[in-house]
């Protein structure tokens, strides 16, 4: 199973990484307005929801890793 981990410290309550993922693993805690990982056997490790985290607060660790190429995005955000 997919490790998806969620920096709590670092999460700004921005919905992104909620409203990108399209397989339903992530949902929304509204009483303490931070995602929470309720289905991570369901994960695609599409990486959109990594992707999507303008504050790099989650990370999915996929079962089986394979290295990404070096063209592939860290961030869909430029770095400052």
């Known amino acids: 199973m997919h490790t998806i981990s969620i920096d709590m410290d670092k999460c700004s309550g921005c919905k992104k990484c909620y409203k990108a993922c399209y397989v339903d693993v992530l949902r929304w805690d509204d009483g303490k ?38 063209y592939y995005p860290k961030s869909i955000y430029p770095s400052t």
């Open 33 to 70: 307005k931070r995602p929470v990982v309720r289905y991570p056997e369901e994960c695609a490790t599409c990486n959109w929801c990594e992707l999507s985290c303008p504050e790099n607060a989650i990370e999915v660790i996929p079962e089986n890793p394979v290295p990404y190429p070096e």
